[in-house]
């Protein structure tokens, strides 16, 4: 499997286990706006990887990345508040953390290498 297609993967699977997540978090207002949040920028970042991975151009992906790691940024601060809460067992919350924290050191990292191989083709 390409490694595109693999971090599709690990993206909808975090997306998934943010829903679990969700669907777990007490129905306090509490727990509703953070499952509300979570929910949104969780699930957002596997669909917007696979708009990345139609981009029309290299600008065009970078930005999309760029959407992607905002997205995972977000996801991370939810999770952390939710688990600094103790709304829901660390067992489930750590896990996700740790996911959502590596893959945004690979969006990151994916995004300077496409702005860096840019700026090459740009000079050269």
């Known amino acids: 499997m390409p490694s595109g297609e693999k971090l599709q993967e690990r993206l909808v699977e975090f ?19 953070l499952s509300e949040q979570l929910f949104r920028s969780g699930t957002a970042c596997a669909a917007n990887y696979a708009e990345a991975r139609g981009a ?23 999770l952390r508040i939710i688990e600094r809460r103790s709304m829901a067992p660390a067992e489930t919350v750590r896990p996700l953390c740790v996911e959502c924290d590596e893959l945004c050191r690979i969006i990151s990292a994916s995004r300077k290498t496409a702005e860096d191989n840019s700026k090459k083709i740009k000079v050269g």
Request: charged share 30%.
């Open 15 to 33: 997306a998934v286990g943010a829903m679990d997540l969700c669907d777990h978090l007490p129905k306090t207002f509490a727990g509703r706006h």
């Open 56 to 78: 029309e151009s290299r600008s065009d992906f970078i930005h999309k990345l760029g959407v992607v790691r905002k997205e995972l940024n977000e996801s991370l601060v939810w």
